[in-house]
Structures are given as C-alpha cells and as structure tokens.
C-alpha cells in the first residue's frame, strides 16, 4: 500500500518541483504498476529533467520502498479538475 502524501512528500523534498503531481496505477499481468507525475516549477524550465526523475524515482524505491516510473513535465503538464485541482491517483487496473 502507497498512500500519495508518501509520495507527495518526496516531491515538495526535490527544489526543482511544483506540488502538482499525479499517481497513476496499472495492471501488468499480476502486478500492479504506478506512474508518478510531476511537474517542474516555472522557474526551472531549463532543468534536466531526467536526472530530477531519476533521482525521485530513486528516493521512492529507497524510502517507500516500490518501484515507480516518473514523469515530469512543464508546469502545467499534470491532468486538472474543472476547479483546477489536480486529480491525485488515476486507477486505470481493469475491475
């Protein structure tokens, strides 16, 4: 079990990202998978953005102890309600 303010948590602990992000779960056979994204702040545009998802992706597995795929995107990047929230966890397992 991952609760999304673990993974919140790391994220606000990486200076080059913004509090927005977005978990979301799928089915590989039997194991579920997650994707964490995220977005960087609009001051850090220029960013090298593979080293910030490996170093969270790192930091995930070391502290909550799962594997994750991490994505991170402009600002902006992470899927937004109709109020501007984002959406938090997008469980696309099959029922």
């Known amino acids: 079990n991952v609760f999304p303010s673990q993974i919140e ?42 080293a910030i998802a490996r170093a969270l992706q790192h930091r995930i597995k070391v502290m909550v102890g799962v594997s994750t795929t991490v994505t991170i995107g402009a600002p902006g990047a992470v899927e937004r309600t109709m109020v501007g929230k984002a959406k938090r966890v997008v469980d696309r397992r099959p029922r």
């Open 9 to 50: 948590e790391l994220i606000l602990q990486q200076g080059a990202l913004a509090g927005q992000y977005q978990l979301v779960v799928t089915r590989e056979g039997l194991l579920d998978e997650m994707e964490v994204r995220a977005e960087l702040l609009p001051t850090n545009a220029g960013a090298d953005t593979a």
